[in-house]
């Protein structure tokens, strides 16, 4: 009985059977691994994009804050320019008043 064909031919085809399912199981494996890297390495892109876009708002934020001072500098000192302009003429007089006022209360240091 054992040299009956049918048999070798079942006993052939369960081996190729078993062969085909460890392929198939290592296939799945390898497939399985390579989804889980290339999941980590999306993940890993996924937070440097993050990262990236999180520095260049901070960047495009601290240019504009910057801006923003640079013009108001101006701006304060244009108005001290103009104030100062406007009123030197009478920077003389009030110092002149001033001291006029404290040599009366406190009189000549020189004694």
């Given at each position: ?5 049918t048999i070798a031919e079942i ?54 804050a910057e801006s923003k001072a ?30 006029e006022e404290v040599m009366k ?7």
């Open positions: 009985m054992a040299d009956n064909p006993k052939a085809a369960e081996t190729q059977a078993a062969n085909a399912v460890q392929k198939a199981k290592e296939d799945a494996a390898k497939k399985l691994n390579r989804a889980g890297t290339d999941a980590e390495n999306s993940l890993k892109e996924a937070r440097q994009n993050a990262a990236r876009q999180f520095r260049d708002k901070i960047r495009r934020a601290e240019e504009a640079k013009a108001t500098l101006s701006k304060r000192d244009a108005d001290a320019k103009a104030f100062y302009a406007k009123h030197k003429d009478k920077i003389p007089a009030a110092a002149s008043f001033i001291t209360k406190y009189g000549s240091s020189q004694a």
